[in-house]
C-alpha cells in the first residue's frame, strides 16, 4: 500500500513538503501526530488525523501518537479567538490516560517494528529550564517568521499573550527532540496546524546545520490533512449537544451511531472516504446502490457500521441498532424481550420515564386508567384523551397495538420492571418501582 495514493484517492491529502513523498517510498518512516489532552476524551473532529495514522501504520510506516502534557499546559491559538483556561497537571494527566486507550483502538501498538507508540513532551520539557529552553530553541527562529504564522497573525488584532505566542516553538521543540531521539522524520496534522508543522521542520533545518536539498542530510518534512467540514462549509464534529465523543460515557454508542445514521447525503461521499476503511470498489458500489434508493440510507449505515464497531466494539454497535428499531424502525415485542436489563437504561436514556407504584397499578381499572393516571398526565392529559388516541388506533404497549381502552392492564413487564408506551412515533417508558 502507497501511504500518499491512498491519502490521494480518499481526498485526505491537504498539502506537503518537498520530498515527502520519496521518503516514504525510500524507507520505512516514523511519523507523529499531536494530541491536545486538554478534555478526557477524544471527539469526532481528531477523527480525521487519527486516520492518517491509521493508513500511515497499515503502509508498513511507524506512528507516534504524541500527547502534549506540557503544550497543553498552554494550549494552541490556532482557530482560537481567545486564550484557554490552564488546566491541572492531574486534570492533564488523567486526560492522557483516556487518549491512550481510545488510540489503542486504531492503532497497533505490538507489531513489531513499525509498532505504534505514544510519547508525552511533557517527559522532555519538565527537564528544560526557561532559560535553557531560549538557549536551545529561541535563538533559532526569528520574531519574523514566527509572526507571519496564520495562527498568530490572526490574533495579533484581539491580542495574544506570549505564552500562546511561544506555543510554535514549543511545538517546533517536539518535531526537533522526536527527530534527534526517535528518528521522527514527518509530523502530520489538519490543515490548520501547517504553519505549527513547518516551524519544526525549519527548527531541525536551522539547528543541525543540513539543507533540506542536501544527501542524506537533516531532512524532516511536514504532511497535513483537509478539515473535515459538511456540504454547507460548517464545522463537521458537533451534535445538538454539543462535541461527538469516542468515551461511551459522554456520548453513548446508541448517541454515536444516531450522528452518523443522520449524516446528509452529500456529506456522505466524503465521510465515508476519510473515515472507514473500505477500499475504493466497496465505496462505488455502495454509492452506485445510495443512487438507486437513497431512502434506505446504505452511505449512512455502512459509516455508521464501521466507525461504531471501531470505537464501541461489535456489542455496542449491535446495540447502537437496536435502539434504533426500538425507538425509529420496526421493532417487535420479541426485540423488547431480547433486551437485557442492563441495556434498558442504555437504549432509553433521554426517553421519558415514570415510575409507577403497585398502588397506582392497582387502582387502575382499565388501560385507560394507566395511561393517565399511573403516568400522571405524562402520556396523555386526560382520561379523554388516553380513550380517543386507543379508538384512533395511535398507541401501542410493547410494541402491540392497542385498540380497546376498556383492555386490561394485566400488561407483560419486560425484565419485569418495564412497559414501553408508543404514542405515534414519541416513545415513554413506564417503570415499576
Known amino acids: 500500500m502507497n501511504f500518499i495514493d491512498e491519502l490521494r484517492w480518499r481526498g485526505m491529502l491537504n498539502d506537503m513538503t518537498p520530498g515527502t513523498e520519496e521518503q516514504l517510498q525510500k524507507e520505512m518512516t516514523a511519523a507523529y501526530i499531536g494530541f491536545d489532552p486538554t478534555a ?3 471527539h469526532i473532529g481528531n477523527l480525521a488525523t487519527i486516520m492518517l495514522l491509521v493508513h500511515l501504520q497499515r503502509a508498513g510506516h511507524k506512528p507516534f501518537a504524541l500527547v502534549g502534557g506540557a503544550t497543553g499546559m498552554i494550549g494552541d491559538p490556532s482557530g482560537k479567538a481567545a486564550e484557554r483556561e490552564f488546566l491541572s497537571e492531574e486534570t ?8 491512550r486507550q481510545q488510540l489503542t483502538k486504531f492503532l497497533d501498538f ?10 508525552n513532551n511533557y517527559d522532555w520539557f519538565k527537564e528544560i529550564s526557561f532559560l535553557g529552553f531560549l538557549r536551545e530553541a529561541g535563538k533559532h527562529i526569528t520574531v519574523n517568521y514566527m509572526m507571519a504564522k496564520d495562527s498568530v497573525r490572526k490574533r495579533l488584532e ?3 499573550s506570549f505564552t500562546e505566542f ?14 534527534k531521539h526517535r528518528n521522527v522524520r514527518l509530523q502530520m496534522g489538519g490543515s490548520d496546524q501547517w504553519g505549527n508543522i513547518t516551524t519544526g521542520t525549519e527548527f531541525i533545518r536551522r539547528k543541525e546545520g543540513g539543507g533540506d536539498n542536501q544527501e542524506g542530510g537533516h531532512q524532516a518534512f511536514a504532511l497535513t490533512t483537509p478539515l ?19 468515551d461511551p460515557t459522554l456520548t453513548s454508542p446508541y448517541q454515536f451511531y444516531q450522528f452518523w445514521l443522520n449524516t446528509a447525503d452529500a456529506d456522505c461521499p466524503r465521510l465515508i472516504r476519510v473515515f472507514t476503511l473500505l477500499t475504493r470498489e466497496e465505496i462505488e458500489e455502495l454509492e452506485r446502490q445510495h443512487n438507486e ?4 440510507r446504505i452511505l449512512q449505515k455502512a459509516i455508521a457500521k464501521e466507525v461504531t464497531t471501531r470505537i464501541h466494539s461489535e456489542a455496542g454497535y449491535d446495540l447502537a441498532v437496536k435502539a434504533s428499531e426500538v425507538l425509529f424502525g420496526k421493532a417487535t415485542l420479541e426485540t423488547l424481550r ?15 420515564q415514570t415510575e409507577v407504584s403497585a398502588e397506582e397499578l392497582a387502582n387502575s381499572k382499565d388501560i385507560t386508567d394507566l395511561l393517565s393516571v399511573a403516568s400522571r398526565g405524562e402520556v396523555y392529559a386526560s382520561k379523554g384523551e388516553a380513550r380517543r388516541a386507543i379508538s384512533q388506533n395511535a398507541v401501542s404497549i410493547n410494541k402491540t397495538k392497542v385498540s380497546d381502552p376498556s383492555a386490561s392492564v394485566d400488561l407483560e413487564w419486560l425484565q419485569d420492571r418495564y412497559v414501553l408506551i408508543s404514542k405515534g412515533k414519541k416513545n415513554h417508558l413506564l417503570k415499576k418501582l
Open 40 to 42: 478526557a476524551s477524544l
Open 92 to 99: 492533564l494527566q488523567r486526560n492522557q490516560e483516556g487518549i
Open 110 to 119: 505490538d507489531c513489531g517494528d513499525n509498532s505504534a507508540e505514544m510519547v
Open 158 to 160: 484581539t491580542g495574544i
Open 166 to 179: 511561544s506555543y510554535q516553538l514549543l511545538q517546533g521543540y517536539d518535531f526537533y527532540w522526536l527527530y
Open 228 to 246: 473535515v467540514t459538511k456540504s454547507d462549509g460548517t464545522k463537521f464534529g458537533k451534535s445538538e449537544s454539543g462535541n461527538v465523543w469516542l
Open 293 to 296: 434508493a437513497p431512502h434506505l
Open 338 to 352: 431480547s433486551i437485557q436489563v442492563d441495556e434498558f437504561d442504555v437504549i432509553f436514556e433521554g426517553v421519558p
